[in-house]
């Protein structure tokens, strides 16, 4: 019966769109026992708690809402960071950088104080480096500290797969690696549907599929973010969504595996950048980094997006 009394508690900072689409699909697929919502604009927070309250009695989930302040990380399993500047059209995601360092500054410290002992889930832009900057700012284990990282990019791309192959994206299994942003790239060499490997199918199909379509997929995937922010100016369901996959991996203690944004231990040759890659994440946050056997080719743009990172943090010149 213990199982029962476990409560499971989801600290979200940060009650913007993106923030409040996680918030949303929270409540909707019932993946938390207690949820709650601070924001530097406490009276939004209130109000946006009211709001899930009053569909609460609609979703057939029990889950206590309510806005908060930071003393109430103390005993939460998960603290969602959503919070932070938005990025303006044409924006680079690297611009972002400096004024979010500072809300960080904001938030970790009091958030560390509550006595929080738990995992860091980051979706502020740009994520694997804010992803960082939480870890050091926090002191934790980078275990404990992980960011959507190219999770959202990835089920993009198995969308398009799947539409272009006419298969349920479920079964089409690839992903997208690297920097969530421009230097992202998809490892084609590990790209599958079922077992069989995509460029094989394209290679056999007598031109019905080609691998230059792939080139086009991964434009796609990487363009969908501004293309999105130029039509409604910000994108939040498809990330909410993808927070909430995270959250449920690590609640379930799945050990799932999900392109996060986690910090290399030497795997692929890179040491102490957070970037997308395949991990296996349970309860204690990323248990562990698959290492997908890459082309040299794939290898080399791997090796660049990390390049990029770990450039504009140093950038930073974080005390």
Known sequence: MDMISENRKVVLIGTGMVGMSYAYALLNQNVCDELVLVDVDRKRAEGEAMDLNHGLAFSGSNMKIYAGSYDDCGDADIVTICAGVAQKPGESRLDLLQRNTAVFRSIIDPVTESGFNGIFLVATNPVDIMTRITAVLSGFNPRRVLGTGTALDTARLRYLLGEYFHVDPRNMHAYVMGEHGDSEFVPWSQAMMATKPVLSICEESNGKYCCEEMERITEEVRGAAQKIIEAKRATYYGIGMA????????????????????????????????????????RNGVQRILQLSLSDDEMAKFKASCKTLRTHFDELELQ
């Open 243 to 282: 927070l909430v996959r995270i959250t449920r991996a690590i609640f379930g203690n799945e050990n799932s595996v999900l392109t996060v944004s986690a910090m290399m231990r030497g795997e692929y040759g890179e040491t102490g950048v957070f970037v997308g890659a395949p991990c296996i994440v349970n």
